[in-house]
């Protein structure tokens, strides 16, 4: 891990911790990923050779950071997506910070309204990190824009197990995934695509 990129989100991810200890409103709150989430992410995209890695949930850049990181090893980029364009300009500054700006293209627009129009099988690793309840709404562009062998992964799989459900039943139902729930950081659900 390049140690730039690593104190970066260190830092971040304790100024995250600082902010949302003092944040009442869960919607205000930034809810950075967890470290070894981050590491998981991240090994999965080394292990999927990701090129094109999209992600729902910019906040301020900690997923982001460790997807181009590695989006920077393996020669891709990261279409990251927030509806919150504050959020995001913290985010855009983080990456620039870590030399890593060339390869995010951040971008304000609903997560779902973005899928709906990437092609089908132009995505490496796609990272779901917005508001779990909304991931249904997306079907069937979470998988459809997936290629063969590319992976989705889910945030707070085990932090909101109910909130989660309606959008796991889905990937479980199609025959084309193999589904699983990883127990690291808040819980990753898993899905390959065949
Ligand atoms: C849990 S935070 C993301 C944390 C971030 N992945 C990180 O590691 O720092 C959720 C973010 O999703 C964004 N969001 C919520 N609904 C969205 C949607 N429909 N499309 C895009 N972003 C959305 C929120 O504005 C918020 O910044």
């Not at 393996?74 to 890593?100: F, H, K």
């Not at 025959?175 to 065949?194: D, F, H």
Request: aromatic share 4%; hydrophobic share 40%; net charge negative.
């Amino acid at each position: 891990m390049d140690p730039t990129v690593q104190k970066i989100i260190d830092e971040l991810t304790r100024a995250g911790e600082r902010h949302d200890a003092d944040q009442p409103d869960r919607l205000r709150r930034w809810r950075v990923l967890e470290p070894d989430a981050g590491r998981f992410v991240r090994l999965l995209a080394h292990t999927t050779g990701a090129r094109r890695i999209v992600e729902i949930g910019t906040s301020r850049g900690v997923s982001t950071l460790w997807l181009a990181e590695a989006a920077r090893t393996l020669g891709g980029t990261v279409l990251s997506l927030d509806t919150d364009p504050a959020a995001q300009d913290d985010a855009r500054r983080s990456a620039a910070e870590a030399g890593l700006d060339d390869r995010v293209e951040f971008r304000v627009q609903d997560g779902g309204e973005a899928l709906a129009a990437l092609a089908d099988g132009e995505v490496d690793l796609l990272f779901l990190d917005a508001e779990r309840t909304e991931y249904t709404a997306w079907w069937p562009h979470p998988v459809r824009v997936l290629r063969p062998g590319g992976v989705l992964v889910a945030d707070n799989a085990l932090s909101h197990p109910d909130e989660i459900a309606p959008f796991h039943d889905l990937l479980l139902q199609d025959p084309s995934l193999l589904v699983t729930t990883i127990a690291v950081g808040k819980g990753e659900l898993v899905a390959l695509r065949r």
